[in-house]
């Protein structure tokens, strides 16, 4: 598992997830990335990206077991859609169905409309074509998760 935290500069850490920024208590937003490709220059750039909006966990496929019984505090969930052991919208629906409150955004680098439907109607909140496109995705991952422009 990787961490990339965001350094602060003008909050006062409370707890992990808790800050204080003058008499206004913050909380930090927690994003895990699923995917199997932990060194690629994408994954890296994405979590530069991503960095603004809270603390990006990111695991590989293993991690989401079928059997383990850790429960994960996450506020959205981004799917890396290439490598993935388990068909797309198979892994989509078994997100969904032990996130369920949980917005899951499946980035891809061959969008099709037959994957797309696939994957929306398994649970997914979005499915965008992973590219270097950071103010589109920025921009969704920002609404999805209620965070101010």
Known sequence: M??????????????????????????????????????SPWLRHLTEVLGSLGQLIV??????????????????LLVDASGLKMELAERVAWLHGRFPQVPIVVLTSSPTWRRARAVLQAGAADYMRRSLEDERLLARCRSLLHCPP
Not at 4 to 29: C, E, H, M, P
Not at 59 to 74: H, T
């Open 59 to 76: 695991y590989g496929e293993d991690m989401f077991e079928e059997d383990s019984g850790e429960s994960l505090d996450i506020d959205m």
């Open 2 to 39: 990787l961490v990339f935290w965001q350094l602060l500069t003008d909050r006062q850490r409370i707890s992990a997830n808790l800050y204080q920024i003058g008499d206004i208590v913050v909380t930090k937003k927690q994003i895990a990335i699923l995917s199997n490709n932990e060194h």
